[in-house]
Protein backbone atom coordinates (compact mmCIF):
# COMPACT_ATOMS: atom_id res chain seq x y z
CA UNK A 1 0.00 0.00 0.00
CA UNK A 2 0.86 3.56 -0.83
CA UNK A 3 1.79 5.47 2.68
CA UNK A 4 -1.40 7.70 2.41
CA UNK A 5 -3.16 4.85 1.52
CA UNK A 6 -1.97 3.12 5.05
CA UNK A 7 -2.92 6.37 6.93
CA UNK A 8 -6.59 6.44 5.72
CA UNK A 9 -6.91 2.67 6.88
CA UNK A 10 -5.31 3.30 10.20
CA UNK A 11 -7.28 6.56 11.01
CA UNK A 12 -10.51 4.90 10.07
CA UNK A 13 -9.58 1.95 12.56
CA UNK A 14 -8.27 4.25 14.78
CA UNK A 15 -12.10 5.88 15.04
CA UNK A 16 -13.70 2.63 15.29
CA UNK A 17 -11.37 1.60 17.88
CA UNK A 18 -11.91 5.09 20.06
CA UNK A 19 -16.20 4.57 19.14
CA UNK A 20 -16.10 1.23 20.23
CA UNK A 21 -17.21 -0.60 16.67
CA UNK A 22 -16.84 -3.29 15.34
CA UNK A 23 -13.73 -3.51 13.44
CA UNK A 24 -15.10 -6.63 11.01
CA UNK A 25 -18.50 -4.90 10.61
CA UNK A 26 -17.44 -1.13 10.30
CA UNK A 27 -14.50 -1.87 8.20
CA UNK A 28 -17.14 -3.94 5.80
CA UNK A 29 -19.03 -0.83 5.84
CA UNK A 30 -15.75 1.20 4.39
CA UNK A 31 -15.04 -1.36 1.98
CA UNK A 32 -18.23 -1.22 0.55
CA UNK A 33 -18.19 2.67 0.52
CA UNK A 34 -15.05 3.07 -1.22
CA UNK A 35 -14.59 2.59 -5.02
CA UNK A 36 -12.35 -0.12 -6.97
CA UNK A 37 -8.12 0.16 -5.84
CA UNK A 38 -5.77 -1.37 -3.56
CA UNK A 39 -7.19 0.48 -0.82
CA UNK A 40 -10.87 -0.80 -1.18
CA UNK A 41 -9.20 -4.93 -1.45
CA UNK A 42 -7.67 -4.35 1.95
CA UNK A 43 -10.25 -3.20 3.51
CA UNK A 44 -12.30 -6.15 2.41
CA UNK A 45 -9.89 -8.68 3.30
CA UNK A 46 -9.33 -7.16 6.74
CA UNK A 47 -13.03 -7.33 7.37
CA UNK A 48 -13.74 -10.48 5.96
CA UNK A 49 -10.93 -11.90 8.48
CA UNK A 50 -11.58 -10.29 11.16
CA UNK A 51 -15.31 -11.84 10.49
CA UNK A 52 -13.69 -15.36 10.17
CA UNK A 53 -12.19 -14.83 13.80
CA UNK A 54 -8.67 -13.66 13.15
CA UNK A 55 -7.49 -11.14 15.49
CA UNK A 56 -6.39 -7.99 14.46
CA UNK A 57 -2.83 -8.35 14.26
CA UNK A 58 -2.91 -11.82 12.66
CA UNK A 59 -5.60 -10.30 10.12
CA UNK A 60 -3.38 -7.34 8.95
CA UNK A 61 -0.13 -10.31 8.70
CA UNK A 62 -2.47 -12.25 6.55
CA UNK A 63 -2.12 -9.18 3.61
CA UNK A 64 1.31 -9.98 3.08
CA UNK A 65 3.18 -7.77 0.87
CA UNK A 66 -0.12 -5.45 0.50
CA UNK A 67 1.01 -4.16 4.33
CA UNK A 68 4.62 -3.24 5.71
CA UNK A 69 5.12 -6.03 8.66
CA UNK A 70 5.75 -3.55 10.83
CA UNK A 71 2.12 -2.51 11.18
CA UNK A 72 1.00 -5.74 12.40
CA UNK A 73 3.96 -5.90 14.59
CA UNK A 74 2.88 -2.93 16.71
CA UNK A 75 -0.84 -3.31 16.87
CA UNK A 76 0.33 -6.40 18.20
CA UNK A 77 2.26 -4.38 20.99
CA UNK A 78 -0.55 -2.03 21.64
CA UNK A 79 -3.10 -4.95 21.98
CA UNK A 80 -0.86 -6.29 24.84
CA UNK A 81 -0.24 -2.80 26.48
CA UNK A 82 -3.58 -1.67 26.33
CA UNK A 83 -2.34 1.13 24.36
CA UNK A 84 -4.31 0.67 21.14
CA UNK A 85 -5.76 4.43 20.61
CA UNK A 86 -1.79 5.95 21.58
CA UNK A 87 -0.26 3.83 19.06
CA UNK A 88 -2.64 4.05 16.25
CA UNK A 89 -2.30 7.80 16.83
CA UNK A 90 1.48 7.59 16.50
CA UNK A 91 1.37 5.86 13.18
CA UNK A 92 -1.12 7.98 11.53
CA UNK A 93 1.93 10.73 12.79
CA UNK A 94 4.42 8.30 11.34
CA UNK A 95 3.11 8.32 8.05
CA UNK A 96 1.75 12.14 7.81
CA UNK A 97 6.21 12.72 8.46
CA UNK A 98 6.51 10.40 5.67
CA UNK A 99 4.29 11.74 3.09
CA UNK A 100 5.90 15.83 4.14
CA UNK A 101 9.12 14.44 3.53
CA UNK A 102 8.57 13.20 0.06
CA UNK A 103 6.57 16.64 -0.85
CA UNK A 104 9.29 18.42 0.71
CA UNK A 105 11.39 16.69 -2.02
CA UNK A 106 9.42 17.05 -4.71
CA UNK A 107 8.52 20.84 -4.10
CA UNK A 108 12.53 21.08 -4.17
CA UNK A 109 13.09 19.29 -7.41
CA UNK A 110 10.53 21.14 -9.06
CA UNK A 111 11.00 24.48 -9.58
CA UNK A 112 14.68 23.63 -11.06
CA UNK A 113 13.29 20.84 -13.13
CA UNK A 114 10.81 23.13 -14.47
CA UNK A 115 13.43 25.84 -15.38
CA UNK A 116 15.80 22.73 -16.56
CA UNK A 117 13.15 22.54 -19.14
CA UNK A 118 12.38 25.77 -20.05
CA UNK A 119 16.07 26.04 -20.56
CA UNK A 120 16.27 23.14 -23.29
CA UNK A 121 13.25 24.38 -25.19
CA UNK A 122 14.62 27.80 -25.14
CA UNK A 123 17.76 26.02 -26.65
CA UNK A 124 16.24 23.69 -28.84
CA UNK A 125 14.28 26.47 -30.55
CA UNK A 126 17.70 29.01 -31.01
CA UNK A 127 19.39 25.43 -32.36
CA UNK A 128 17.07 23.89 -34.06
CA UNK A 129 15.27 26.77 -36.04
CA UNK A 130 16.69 30.25 -35.56
CA UNK A 131 20.65 29.39 -36.31
CA UNK A 132 20.01 27.37 -39.35
CA UNK A 133 17.78 30.20 -40.87
CA UNK A 134 20.90 32.73 -39.75
CA UNK A 135 23.59 30.41 -41.50
CA UNK A 136 21.53 30.33 -44.83
CA UNK A 137 21.60 34.27 -44.85
CA UNK A 138 25.39 34.39 -43.89
CA UNK A 139 26.55 32.00 -46.22
CA UNK A 140 24.22 34.22 -48.97
CA UNK A 141 26.56 37.41 -48.11
CA UNK A 142 29.80 35.41 -48.19
CA UNK A 143 30.79 36.93 -45.03
CA UNK A 144 33.95 35.21 -43.12
CA UNK A 145 33.15 34.79 -39.56
CA UNK A 146 35.17 34.20 -36.55
CA UNK A 147 35.94 30.28 -35.58
CA UNK A 148 33.71 30.33 -32.57
CA UNK A 149 30.80 31.92 -34.57
CA UNK A 150 31.64 28.94 -37.19
CA UNK A 151 32.11 26.40 -34.48
CA UNK A 152 28.47 27.69 -33.19
CA UNK A 153 26.58 27.85 -36.34
CA UNK A 154 28.28 24.02 -37.88
CA UNK A 155 26.55 22.20 -34.32
CA UNK A 156 23.23 23.88 -35.52
CA UNK A 157 23.25 22.27 -39.17
CA UNK A 158 22.09 18.98 -37.39
CA UNK A 159 21.31 19.72 -33.60
CA UNK A 160 19.25 16.02 -33.99
CA UNK A 161 22.79 14.25 -34.62
CA UNK A 162 25.02 16.73 -32.07
CA UNK A 163 22.30 17.25 -29.20
CA UNK A 164 19.39 15.31 -29.03
CA UNK A 165 20.96 11.67 -30.03
CA UNK A 166 23.85 11.75 -27.70
CA UNK A 167 21.38 13.07 -25.01
CA UNK A 168 19.01 10.30 -25.75
CA UNK A 169 21.91 7.42 -25.46
CA UNK A 170 23.00 8.74 -22.47
CA UNK A 171 19.46 8.50 -20.74
CA UNK A 172 18.93 5.28 -22.08
CA UNK A 173 22.31 4.18 -20.84
CA UNK A 174 21.33 5.29 -17.66
CA UNK A 175 17.63 3.67 -17.53
CA UNK A 176 19.14 0.62 -18.94
CA UNK A 177 21.69 0.14 -15.47
CA UNK A 178 18.71 1.18 -13.50
CA UNK A 179 16.53 -1.43 -14.73
CA UNK A 180 19.50 -4.57 -14.64
CA UNK A 181 20.83 -3.01 -10.72
CA UNK A 182 17.06 -2.87 -9.52
CA UNK A 183 16.97 -6.33 -9.36
CA UNK A 184 19.53 -7.76 -7.07
CA UNK A 185 19.93 -6.21 -3.82
CA UNK A 186 23.66 -5.70 -4.39
CA UNK A 187 22.55 -3.81 -7.74
CA UNK A 188 20.25 -1.67 -5.24
CA UNK A 189 22.78 -1.17 -2.82
CA UNK A 190 25.25 -0.27 -6.14
CA UNK A 191 22.85 2.33 -7.56
CA UNK A 192 22.16 3.89 -3.86
CA UNK A 193 25.77 4.97 -3.81
CA UNK A 194 25.58 6.54 -7.11
CA UNK A 195 22.51 8.33 -6.38
CA UNK A 196 23.84 9.58 -3.13
CA UNK A 197 26.88 10.36 -4.45
CA UNK A 198 25.35 13.52 -6.30
CA UNK A 199 25.73 16.58 -4.64
CA UNK A 200 22.52 18.53 -2.55
CA UNK A 201 20.25 15.75 -4.38
CA UNK A 202 21.80 12.49 -2.94
CA UNK A 203 22.71 13.85 -0.06
CA UNK A 204 18.79 15.38 0.21
CA UNK A 205 17.51 11.90 -0.48
CA UNK A 206 19.71 9.95 1.74
CA UNK A 207 18.97 12.41 4.60
CA UNK A 208 15.04 11.44 3.88
CA UNK A 209 14.90 8.26 3.56
CA UNK A 210 17.32 7.33 7.17
CA UNK A 211 15.21 10.05 8.72
CA UNK A 212 11.69 7.82 8.02
CA UNK A 213 13.98 4.62 8.88
CA UNK A 214 15.05 6.37 12.42
CA UNK A 215 11.54 7.33 13.62
CA UNK A 216 10.02 3.94 12.94
CA UNK A 217 13.06 2.22 14.69
CA UNK A 218 12.21 4.80 17.28
CA UNK A 219 8.41 4.32 17.61
CA UNK A 220 8.80 0.31 17.57
CA UNK A 221 11.52 0.69 20.44
CA UNK A 222 8.95 3.07 22.07
CA UNK A 223 6.07 0.48 22.01
CA UNK A 224 8.53 -1.83 23.71
CA UNK A 225 9.33 -4.21 20.50
CA UNK A 226 12.55 -6.18 21.56
CA UNK A 227 15.28 -4.13 19.49
CA UNK A 228 16.49 -6.88 17.10
CA UNK A 229 12.66 -7.27 16.07
CA UNK A 230 12.45 -3.93 15.69
CA UNK A 231 15.62 -3.35 13.30
CA UNK A 232 14.32 -6.06 11.58
CA UNK A 233 10.71 -4.75 10.81
CA UNK A 234 12.25 -0.98 10.51
CA UNK A 235 14.93 -2.81 8.15
CA UNK A 236 12.21 -4.59 5.78
CA UNK A 237 10.25 -1.44 5.86
CA UNK A 238 13.09 1.07 4.72
CA UNK A 239 13.34 2.74 1.28
CA UNK A 240 17.02 3.06 1.54
CA UNK A 241 18.54 -0.46 -0.37
CA UNK A 242 21.72 -0.01 1.85
CA UNK A 243 20.13 0.18 5.15
CA UNK A 244 17.53 -2.67 3.82
CA UNK A 245 20.16 -4.77 3.16
CA UNK A 246 22.79 -4.75 5.80
CA UNK A 247 19.47 -5.21 8.28
CA UNK A 248 19.62 -8.68 8.16
CA UNK A 249 23.74 -8.89 9.78
CA UNK A 250 22.61 -5.85 11.87
CA UNK A 251 19.68 -8.30 13.52
CA UNK A 252 22.02 -11.06 13.68
CA UNK A 253 24.78 -8.80 15.61
CA UNK A 254 22.02 -7.45 18.07
CA UNK A 255 21.37 -10.94 18.37
CA UNK A 256 24.60 -11.74 19.73
CA UNK A 257 24.29 -9.34 22.71
CA UNK A 258 26.29 -6.24 20.53
CA UNK A 259 25.03 -2.72 21.41
CA UNK A 260 23.24 -1.14 18.46
CA UNK A 261 25.67 2.14 18.27
CA UNK A 262 28.49 0.10 18.17
CA UNK A 263 27.23 -1.72 15.47
CA UNK A 264 25.87 0.95 13.23
CA UNK A 265 29.60 2.27 13.60
CA UNK A 266 30.72 -0.96 13.18
CA UNK A 267 29.18 -1.49 9.54
CA UNK A 268 29.10 2.52 8.57
CA UNK A 269 25.23 2.90 8.20
CA UNK A 270 25.45 6.26 10.03
CA UNK A 271 27.78 9.14 10.42
CA UNK A 272 29.92 8.79 13.09
CA UNK A 273 27.41 11.65 15.64
CA UNK A 274 24.72 9.42 15.08
CA UNK A 275 26.54 6.48 15.94
CA UNK A 276 27.70 7.81 19.69
CA UNK A 277 24.76 9.56 20.03
CA UNK A 278 22.69 5.82 19.52
CA UNK A 279 25.51 4.56 21.97
CA UNK A 280 24.95 6.94 24.75
CA UNK A 281 20.95 6.70 24.13
CA UNK A 282 21.56 2.78 24.97
CA UNK A 283 23.96 3.19 27.96
CA UNK A 284 21.03 5.75 29.51
CA UNK A 285 17.90 3.53 29.15
CA UNK A 286 16.87 6.43 26.42
CA UNK A 287 17.44 4.89 22.80
CA UNK A 288 13.47 5.75 21.75
CA UNK A 289 14.42 9.17 22.65
CA UNK A 290 17.69 9.52 21.26
CA UNK A 291 16.55 7.70 17.72
CA UNK A 292 13.79 10.59 17.80
CA UNK A 293 16.54 13.26 18.04
CA UNK A 294 18.14 11.58 15.15
CA UNK A 295 15.08 11.36 13.61
CA UNK A 296 14.69 15.42 13.76
CA UNK A 297 18.33 15.90 12.78
CA UNK A 298 17.77 14.26 9.24
CA UNK A 299 14.55 15.71 9.10
CA UNK A 300 16.13 19.53 9.79
CA UNK A 301 18.83 18.46 7.08
CA UNK A 302 16.17 17.50 4.95
CA UNK A 303 15.08 21.07 4.77
CA UNK A 304 17.87 22.85 4.71
CA UNK A 305 19.27 21.20 1.93
CA UNK A 306 15.82 21.57 0.22
CA UNK A 307 15.60 25.61 0.64
CA UNK A 308 19.73 25.16 -0.45
CA UNK A 309 18.30 23.31 -3.68
CA UNK A 310 15.47 25.91 -4.26
CA UNK A 311 17.28 28.68 -3.79
CA UNK A 312 21.01 28.17 -5.16
CA UNK A 313 19.90 25.79 -8.04
CA UNK A 314 17.45 28.01 -10.23
CA UNK A 315 19.33 31.15 -10.00
CA UNK A 316 22.49 29.14 -11.53
CA UNK A 317 20.67 27.53 -14.01
CA UNK A 318 19.01 30.97 -15.32
CA UNK A 319 22.50 32.23 -15.17
CA UNK A 320 23.99 29.37 -17.35
CA UNK A 321 21.35 29.93 -19.88
CA UNK A 322 21.49 33.46 -19.90
CA UNK A 323 25.40 33.04 -20.66
CA UNK A 324 25.04 30.50 -23.22
CA UNK A 325 22.24 32.86 -25.25
CA UNK A 326 24.32 35.71 -24.22
CA UNK A 327 27.69 34.37 -25.82
CA UNK A 328 25.45 32.97 -28.71
CA UNK A 329 24.20 36.32 -29.31
CA UNK A 330 27.15 38.03 -29.14
CA UNK A 331 29.65 35.72 -31.41
CA UNK A 332 26.99 34.23 -33.59
CA UNK A 333 24.71 37.34 -34.52
CA UNK A 334 26.62 40.58 -33.37
CA UNK A 335 29.54 39.77 -35.08
CA UNK A 336 28.26 38.68 -38.58
CA UNK A 337 25.89 41.39 -38.18
CA UNK A 338 29.13 43.89 -37.97
CA UNK A 339 30.96 42.33 -40.61
CA UNK A 340 27.81 42.64 -43.10
CA UNK A 341 27.63 46.52 -42.06
CA UNK A 342 31.03 46.87 -43.08
CA UNK A 343 30.56 45.01 -46.30
CA UNK A 344 27.57 47.23 -46.92
CA UNK A 345 29.59 50.32 -46.03
CA UNK A 346 32.19 50.06 -48.84
Keep these: MKTEDLVILNEEIAGMARAGLPLDKGLAALAREMGRGRLQKVTAQLAADLEAGHPLPEAIARQGKHMPPFYAGLVEAAIRTGRVNEVLATLALYGRTVTNLRMTIIDAVWY ?41 LALSKDPLAVFVLPAAVFLGLVVAVYVALRFTRAGRRRWAR ?34 ARAFELAGIASSDPIMAAAAPEVVADLRQGEQLGAVMRKRKLVPELVGWMTALGEQHGTLGKTLHHVSDLYRRQVEMRAVLLKSVLPPFLLFVTAAVIGFVFVFVLIMPMIKLMEGLTK
Design 112 to 152: PAVISLFALLMFGALFGFFLPEYDKLIREFNLHLPLFSRGV
Design 194 to 227: WVYAIPIIGTLLRAARLASFTELLAILVDYELPL
